[in-house]
């Protein structure tokens, strides 16, 4: 069964600190996606991608926040000088056709955790 | 209630029974989509339900959507401990919305 898969599965991070959080999707999905959910909170969108673009985003994702898919494998979430209110488990996610006939396929998470 | 609310927020049951998950929502939707989450581990998607279905079913699960009352409930028949994880409800809104709204979900735990 294809699989997204997320890297590293734990971060440690310093507050202010840059982190890349890293994403392979399923190869032939187009649609790609950020989730996150803090410590027993709902899970939160964050960022949806498509065509190279960013299609939609959330309050969340102010200017701390960017993604970039840098060739045709690779998502990446940025988050440039990261909050103690950052740390959550990250999830990437992707969709072949979007989220209006299937499910999304989500990775296993990141947990980043800002000290 | 938020978009997406499951009922109840937590569920403990004996293997062979069945669990029941209840999940409301406030505005029109697409489609509606349960997903399970096995502690500390990733959203496995079980079923997606659109907003013309009434019923679906996916081998041990079973899912409703009622539209007029904004509810879906999800039903896991013959329970077994490796069923033990929160599950939740997410609804797209559809149109040019490309997002997810995910409630705070119901843990289950199934005892052998």
């Known amino acids: 069964e294809p699989e997204v898969t997320q890297t590293p599965s734990h971060q440690v991070t310093q507050m202010g600190q840059e982190v890349i959080l890293r994403c392979v999707p399923i190869?032939?999905?187009?649609?790609f996606y950020w989730y996150r959910q803090i410590l027993g909170q709902k899970v939160e969108f964050l960022v949806s991608?498509?065509?190279?673009?960013?299609?939609?985003k959330s309050e969340i994702f102010d200017d701390q926040f960017s993604v970039e898919r840098p060739d045709g494998s690779n998502f990446t979430l940025k988050i440039r000088s990261t909050k103690l209110e950052d740390s959550a488990m990250y999830f990437c996610?992707?969709?072949?056709?979007?989220?209006?006939?299937?499910?999304?396929?989500f990775g296993s998470g990141t947990r980043l955790t800002v000290v | 209630s938020q978009q997406g609310e499951e009922d109840p927020q937590a569920l403990s049951i004996q293997e062979g029974e069945n669990a029941t998950m209840n999940c409301s929502y406030k505005t029109s939707i697409n489609n509606l989509q349960w997903y399970r989450q096995n502690s500390g581990r990733g959203l496995v998607h079980l079923i997606l339900?659109?907003?013309?279905?009434r019923e679906k079913h996916s081998g041990r699960l079973r899912v409703t959507l009622d539209t007029s009352k904004k509810s879906s409930s999800l039903l896991i028949t013959a329970s077994r401990a490796a069923d033990t994880a929160s599950y939740f409800c997410a609804t797209d809104v559809g149109g040019s919305n490309y997002k997810l709204t995910f409630g705070k979900g119901t843990l289950l735990t199934v005892n052998p």
């Open positions: 339900i659109r907003s013309n279905e």
């Open positions: 190869s032939n999905h187009l649609y």
């Open positions: 996610a992707s969709s072949e056709f979007g989220p209006w006939d299937y499910g999304y396929t």
């Open positions: 991608f498509y065509n190279n673009e960013i299609s939609e």
